[in-house]
């Protein structure tokens, strides 16, 4: 069964602060790691990609990967209003095929 | 460069219809997915298309199938409609192949189709 897993939160942090998003994934060959941003009402939006293990940074977004935990974080340093959103991750396993999260929740309080 | 795109936008229809859904990727792109999004269900896959090839494909009925043409624009159908499948139908396309030897895999998502069955 290939499960990718993330807490549905909500999530709260006050604006400034660092936002932490989690994912853990079932499968171990797994090589390519994504975050997506959707906006209520809105089609999902892609914030990162990674494929190795360790941080790869975007502005206030970082994205960690451990392959040996099965697990891939998502860092938002400075949180603003704007970034309160649901962060979906998503893992593919074969071919192209995209397995998502339920996505967190993350709400900024001004 | 140009967004994905889909259309209609919105759709209301009623129970045992059908429906046909476009999208259309950025341009190069040859990978077409196509997900369907409820609140209970989160993203579940339909299936994806590569030079016109059903790829893969999820667990969902024979009422829904898809096409790819040879400009990489799709289209998804839904037969026989019933009230469970209203849902945002999302469209996500993707390089999928290679460029310069690197194998590109990120998908970008077009607007959707809010379909409503009554």
């Known amino acids: 069964q290939k499960e990718v897993e993330q807490n549905s939160g909500p999530l709260s942090v006050p604006e400034g602060a660092i936002a932490s998003l989690n994912c853990t994934y079932s499968d171990r060959g797994s090589q390519s790691f994504f975050w997506y941003r959707q906006y209520s009402g809105k089609s999902p939006e892609l914030i990162m990609s990674?494929?190795?293990?360790g941080d790869k940074e975007d502005g206030r977004f970082t994205a960690q990967l451990n392959k040996a935990s099965q697990y891939v974080s998502l860092l938002i340093r400075d949180s603003q209003p704007s970034d309160s959103a649901t962060y979906l991750c998503a893992v593919i396993y074969t071919g192209n095929q995209f397995y998502f999260g339920t996505g967190t929740s993350l709400t900024v309080i001004p | 460069k140009a967004g994905v795109t889909q259309t209609p936008r919105y759709l209301i229809k009623t129970r045992g219809q059908q429906v046909t859904l476009s999208c259309s990727p950025i341009?190069?792109?040859?990978?077409v997915s196509w997900y369907q999004q409820t609140p209970g269900q989160g993203l579940q896959f339909l299936f994806e298309y590569f030079s016109e090839t059903q790829r893969n494909k999820g667990n969902f009925p024979g009422r829904f199938s898809g096409r790819q043409f040879s400009n990489s624009r799709s289209e998804m159908n839904v037969s026989t409609l019933e009230l469970g499948d209203s849902a945002l139908y999302l469209c996500?396309?993707?390089?999928?192949?290679?460029?310069?030897?690197?194998?590109?895999?990120?998908?970008?998502f077009g607007p959707g189709t809010r379909l409503t069955v009554t």
């Open positions: 996500a396309s993707s390089l999928a192949g290679g460029l310069a030897g690197v194998t590109v895999y990120e998908q970008y």
């Open positions: 990674i494929y190795s293990n």
């Open positions: 341009s190069g792109h040859r990978s």
